[in-house]
């Protein structure tokens, strides 16, 4: 296919970026700890760490590493906490130290926990005390022989961390009792890390630096092996492509989505970090109105998040009362922007919600709207520089402009392979093409967009029905706050559309979703089920389970 995307690319951004400059990710995090020291780096519930302060902390911490617990390069190290403040410290001590990080679902369950412990061989573990509990139930069956445990307000100043550990401890009840009398405490670690001072260990683009564990949702989750070179180039990348938008040591972004994520992962903790932007950690995006809260507080700039995230914000009615005079943009990815979000979006804040497009074994960025005002609501922009995409059947080949295909990508930001598993990776990567399992199709001006996920295809008496295209037609009706549409057997047609809907008016009936829909979907595409429930199945970062759901289908 002919880059037709090429001479379409915004103004200022070239179709190549230089990654040759760094030498490994944490020299893009020594170049931004010289360029803006004093500057505030992370914030969470009030707590800042300038990035001088970081930079004493992570080399604290990477003493320990390699002093006390005596790790060495290429050794995994878990971690295991959601957004605060340790877990930045944590992840660029083990980068310091030349270990590999896995990045470890907080909500996992113990059997989860298992499986990626015992597959990635990981021989330490930081984990917030939550969920301690879970690893005293697996820790004998893994490789495990360090464990630090921190609670969420270690790094408060002592009145406040004091109150905040006991809160969530005594108040809330959410720390379950566990034994693990081996274990190091965080600020323990800490006071052992500054008796020595750590060294830098050298690393390459070629080391690997994360196992970023996915496709749980299909199966067995698989680690993607993510190299220095996989996310320093989509680093790079990101900043190229927000350029028209971003002034350095200026933006205060909101990390709403987990820093454990691949997307939060590459844009706040290293992308932003770059750019000199204050993170402000949102420990629990799931608490709406906490949320809202701390947005009011916060003079932003940036916000991150996806399609149900900005769903749910739009309809708590505290929302508008949040001051968006500073936001300069929003970005959206991980799942499919809805037009009505996105609508809905612009007129209540006055700000576009950009969205973009990746996969964890893309570290994760392959394409992206552009910033600069020119970006078209309900595609996937354009791909990112240095990175290539084609659409192609189920045979491998090309498919003409306009018709659907299965994505393909090929960039510096494609991994490596999953760990351990050459039949796995021989599956979807290919001569450098990584297989996205996404059907899209991309237009003249060569903006492209997802159709939907192969896999989840509706194939109705031989017609394809997409769920994106069902659930942006429902999604559109005043009394719908989410939809998920999967396919359900019939013995007559093969399969039908079955919509399962959460709903913002409690008065809404089946009979007026059916009819709302066959205003803009043909026969076949229209639902023939509908099913209302309290909540839909969501991954970690708010992605409905379409998998969940049609297992549980009748």
């Not at 995230?309 to 799942?335: H, R, Y």
């Amino acid at each position: 296919m002919e880059k037709i995307w090429l001479k379409n690319y915004p103004k200022g951004v070239a179709p190549e970026v230089d990654l040759s400059k760094y030498s490994s990710l944490y020299a893009i995090y020594e170049e931004s700890i010289k360029m803006f020291g004093e500057k505030k780096a992370f914030t969470n519930m009030g707590v800042s760490l300038t990035f001088n302060e970081l930079d004493r902390r992570v080399d604290q911490f990477a003493s320990f590493l390699q002093n006390e617990l005596k790790l060495k390069k290429g050794d995994r190290i878990a971690i295991q906490m959601p957004n605060v403040l340790q877990f930045p410290i944590i992840a660029f001590a083990a980068l310091r130290s030349g270990l590999i990080i896995v990045n470890t679902n907080p909500l996992y369950t113990a059997k989860e926990m298992h499986h990626q412990f015992k597959d990635s061989g990981a021989k330490a573990i930081v984990i917030l005390a939550n969920y301690a509990h879970l690893l005293q139930q697996i820790l004998k069956d893994t490789k495990i022989e360090s464990v630090v445990i921190t609670e969420i307000g270690d790094l408060f100043p002592t009145p406040k961390r004091l109150l905040v550990n006991s809160v969530v401890k005594y108040i809330k009840k959410m720390v379950p009792a566990y034994n693990l009398p081996q274990a190091y405490s965080f600020r323990q670690a800490l006071e052992i890390g500054a008796m020595k001072p750590s060294a830098l260990i050298p690393t390459t683009q070629e080391d690997i630096a994360f196992l970023q564990y996915t496709g749980g949702t299909t199966g067995v989750a698989k680690g993607a092996m993510l190299l220095h070179r996989n996310v320093l180039a989509n680093v790079v990348q990101i900043r190229e492509w927000m350029l028209p938008k971003f002034v350095e040591g200026k933006e205060v972004a909101v990390a709403a989505l987990p820093l454990y994520h691949i997307f939060a992962l590459t844009l706040n903790c290293f992308g932003l970090l770059r750019y000199g932007a204050e993170n402000v950690l949102i420990t629990n995006p799931r608490d709406i109105p906490g949320f809202i809260k701390e947005l009011k507080k916060t003079p932003f700039t940036v916000l991150a998040g996806v399609n149900t995230l900005f769903n749910a914000l739009m309809n708590n009615p505290e929302f508008v009362t949040i001051d968006f005079k500073k936001l300069k943009i929003s970005v959206a990815g991980a799942m499919t922007l809805q037009k009505a979000v996105s609508e809905k979006w612009m007129s209540l804040t006055k700000t576009v919600i950009v969205e973009g497009y990746g996969l964890t074994e893309a570290s994760p960025v392959v394409s992206c709207n552009p910033v600069d005002g020119t970006d078209q609501v309900g595609t996937i922009g354009m791909p990112f520089p240095n990175t290539d995409v084609k659409l192609v059947d189920d045979d491998g080949n090309e498919v003409p402009m306009g018709e659907p295909g299965e994505l393909l990508c090929k960039g510096p930001q494609v991994m490596a392979g999953y760990w351990e598993k050459p039949e796995e990776t021989a599956l979807v990567l290919k001569d450098g093409w990584l297989k996205t399992g996404d059907v899209a199709t991309v237009a003249p001006d060569g903006f492209f967009r997802i159709v939907d996920r192969k896999k989840d295809m509706i194939l109705v008496s031989g017609f394809n029905v997409y769920p994106n295209e069902v659930e942006e037609a429902i999604a559109s009706h005043p009394g719908v706050l989410e939809v998920a549409a999967i396919g359900v057997p019939d013995e007559h047609s093969g399969e039908i559309v079955k919509a399962v809907i959460v709903k913002k008016d409690s008065s809404l009936t089946a009979e007026e979703v059916i009819a709302h829909a066959r205003k803009t979907l043909t026969n076949y595409k229209v639902p023939r089920l509908v099913e209302f429930r309290a909540e839909l199945p969501k991954t970690n970062v708010g992605k409905i389970l379409r998998r969940a759901l049609r297992e549980t289908a009748k």
